[in-house]
């Protein structure tokens, strides 16, 4: 009984005991939950809102870009892109061998792209795929993404597309901004899609528009749950641009029926609003709008013909005849000559004891200035230009807009040259010398012009003296209607006697319209002005010598204006190796027959075909049985 | 058997509390699968079945006398670790481990029942001795508890087999185990720890040790869980999210939640004051149970509550410490609140033993 009783006691006391236990350890367990969640509650509740909500980036759409009448050259089209996102992937090599797999691409090429990004934040997803596929974007949303591929993220995003690939170095391309880029423009940020070149990059501000963004709430395996809320993207500014889109297609069309490389730039000469522009070879900018992938950047920086090379505004060639009205008003506005002023041409003349061809072996005879414009006469332009001195011929040159840049609203346009006697001193450390002004005078020696400067100089020519400057943007739409965009200030105005610029001008229609060498571009009851110009690349003598592969066949140039007393249409057709400038004449034929035909409301030509340009193959310095003055077509 | 006046001594308070617990789960469970992504889930639906057959149970060991289970009680335990066994050869793998016996309706859990069997039979072998507990009768006890301990150690499922460690300890500290020898014990277990950290755990044992140390080693993997128990937990704050409101568990950022987290989402939505509401009803219950150990008839019926709270206490303790994130994450549900049926039914019927040692305190 002892023992019952001392079990009983024994008991009781160490029930006892256990009550306290327990009851200390509900205490310190209501403690614990006091310290978490309410002392603590402020950081706890940051680490669940973090948990749970994503800010997602909604890419803004960037400006549509219209031609003068509202035509759209430039818009935007929904895309796929995958990317990954490294805050949801837990084994990124796993992931980046199951995506590769799944989208049926280059493991390695997926692990560099990963690899270029891992200095980011890592909140900001890694884009692998641009423009995916349908069997891309279809392949992984067929995974079970929550557990095969989580972090795994597919957004339709706006990307850019040119419906024709027209005028690709005037529009330029879009792609992802670089380290520099960021560097400089704080608005800017790693990832975002800017205009690299062309319009593209001038008006990148206006067009890029601004990202929204969408506050969502996702599960643990990051599948949205729902929109908190929604800030939508900004869509850029649309642009409304002087271009022509018919006659910017009239240009295409021609460039495509001669085959050759080359550039034109056609514009309005009284505003300098730029009806048209193009640069060949060419590539598509569709390419770069979705990142344009190794194979084909590398095809394009590597070929020869360097079609990323904007030659309208960037190539720098000589001028050949296409320079001689610059000689002439030179000679006229010094008061040297007078459109009276002739000149016996025997085929050749002697300056400084060496003697200069005309390109008519037979000589043309005695000539004034408007016949030996209409002409091309060599022999007038070199006396001429004796008379009138290097200095004075880079002044007047320099005022109609050659040797200088035209300020048009692209980037990275070169400048041409009009040598001097200062040029060559300051340049070369050198005297100029009498003889070397002879060349001068018809185009050749170290002149060098871009094309858009030779429209410049037609357009100045055409509108009395007025150097205006091309540009491309006519209004802007900021969201509440076309708004114009006034035309740049010009680049100057000289005074020009008018009597003694007609004569210039005069010359230029007999070139098209009378016995010249531009009656290809000639259209009835337009007066089309112009002027053509064969420009070597090389010496004669230097060609025959040349061992070279290398295309060494003589320009082509045509510029113009119309009509000649009211104009409205200036510009510039430059074929490259285009052997005769009245080949050039011949595709600028069908530019300007177009304008003239919206312009009087009738139906447009049809594109020309090869053959209806009756390009001239005829290489009259041509080595015997060299490859490139074959002319193969 | 039923006495009618027996009825009346029925500890009706501690039923109630019990009763509430098991109805806060059912609406935690509610909250945290009716995820209308998911469609509607019957899983309340299945606790609540799982409630009714454990109050069967319950009025079962509640109706017959205690003495008579103990008296089978040497039956009881071989047919456990009988059914131990045949899990352990033929029962069901589910998440890699083999611990059910599959009926036709549930899956049923044999360790759950071993925690009673191994309450009875110790209860049992204690309560015939007098005075405290020779060396033999602790080794006797001890090996009484290993068996079936290692049989579902080997499962493996080390949770529900170290709940019975403390059903073994409970009995033998109130038949009058000296505390020396409890101290030796706590001193063999410090130096076998090293040991079994060596040869015992296995690899993703060890991972959840480490990362409760230092849960941001692994924020991605093992820490994980113990990282979002206690966001949970924490940003439940005092009021709570409100019912089927909490991210943390709505969202799955917080794994199993309506079974080994399920008081981390009363934290969540409930908060503190929820919180203290459940560890209210907790502790009530198993203050109210010892006091059915201390009025006792006899030392048998003091064992037996013990050893049934024990296990129970023990879960609850280390559960809801883990559920805020403060022990390892270990797959031990929380009696009658977590989701699972075999352990609803053996707790509601340890709690009909307790009741029953209770009820039957003036009887012979």
Known sequence: MAVQIEDRRRVTVRLTILQYIITIIFSILAVSFWVLQVVQNAKFEEMAENNHQRTLALRAPRGIVFDRDGKILVENRHSYSISIDRERTKDMNRTIRLLAGVLGIDEAGVRTIVDRHRREPTYRPITIVQDATLAQVAAVTARRLDFELPGVVVEQVPTRRYPETMGAHLFGYVGEVNDAQVAVDSSLKSGDIVGQSGIEKVYNAMLMGEDGARRVVVNSVGREIRTLEEDPPTEGKRLQLTIDYDVQKAIEDGFDAAEFNGAAVVLDPIDGGVLGFTSRPSFDPNAFASGIDRGTWNALTTDEDRPLNNRAIQGRYSPGSTFKMAVGLAGLEEGIITPDFHVHCAGHANFYGRDFKCWKKEGHGSLDLRHAIEQSCDVYFYTVANMVGVDKINKWATALGLGVKSGIDLPNEAVGLVPSTEWKQRVRHEKWYAGETISVGIGQGAVAVTPVSMAVYMATIANGGTRITPHMLKAVDEGNGWKPVPPPESQGKIDITPEKLQAIRDGLWMVVNAGGTGGRARILGHDVAGKTGTAQVISNAGRAASKSDKDLRDNGWFVFFAPRDKPEIAGVVFLEHGIHGPNAASVAHHILATFFAKKDGLPFPPPPKHDDLRLDYKDPYARKAAPVAAGTH | ?364
């Not at chain 2, 098991?22 to 299945?46: A, E, F």
């Not at chain 2, 409890?182 to 060596?198: D, E, M, R, S, T």
């Not at chain 2, 849960?215 to 869980?225: C, T």
């Open chain 2, 1 to 364: 058997m039923f006495e009618r006046r027996l009825y009346y001594h029925i500890d009706w308070g501690l039923l109630a509390a019990v009763l509430a617990l098991c109805g806060l789960g059912v609406v935690m469970i509610y909250s945290t699968t009716s995820d209308p992504t998911r469609g509607v889930s019957r899983m309340y639906i299945t606790q609540l079945y799982a409630i009714a057959i454990g109050l069967g149970a319950m009025v079962f060991t509640l109706t017959l006398d205690y003495r008579t289970f103990t008296d089978k009680s040497h039956l009881i335990y071989v047919g456990l670790c009988a059914a131990l066994l045949y899990v352990l050869f033929f029962g069901m793998v589910q998440m890699g481990a083999r611990r059910w016996i599959p009926l036709r309706v549930f899956n049923l859990q044999p360790s759950e029942f071993a925690k009673l069997g191994v309450a009875l039979v110790l209860a049992k072998f204690f309560g015939e001795n007098r005075g405290a507990p020779m060396w033999t009768d602790l080794a006797i006890g001890g090996v009484l508890t290993l068996v079936p301990l290692a049989l579902i150690a080997k499962e493996p499922d080390l949770g529900t087999a170290v709940t019975l460690i403390p059903v073994f300890l409970a009995i033998a500290y109130l038949a009058g185990m000296r505390m020396r020898i409890l101290g030796v014990l706590a001193l063999c277990f410090v130096l076998a720890a090293p040991i079994a950290w060596k040869f015992a755990l296995k690899d993703y044992q060890k991972s959840r040790i480490s990362t409760f140390i230092d849960p941001s080693q692994d924020a991605k993997g093992a820490g994980y869980q113990q990282i979002q128990a206690r966001i949970t937990v924490g940003s439940g704050g005092l009021k709570g999210k409100g019912f089927k409101q909490g991210t943390q568990g709505q969202l799955r950022f917080l794994p199993v939640a309506h079974n080994d987290f399920i008081f981390s989402v009363l934290a969540e939505e409930q908060g503190f004051a929820g919180v203290l509401v459940a560890l209210g009803l907790y502790l009530f219950v198993i203050l109210r149970a010892l006091e059915a150990a201390r009025l006792a008839k006899d030392r048998l019926g003091s064992y037996l509550v013990l050893g049934v709270l024990a296990s129970f206490t023990f879960q609850v303790v280390y559960n809801i410490t883990m559920s805020a994130g403060l022990a390892p994450v270990k797959g031990l549900t929380l009696p009658l609140m977590s989701y699972g049926g075999s352990s609803m039914i053996a707790t509601l019927a340890g709690f009909g033993l307790v009741l029953n040692v209770r009820m039957r305190r003036f009887t012979n």
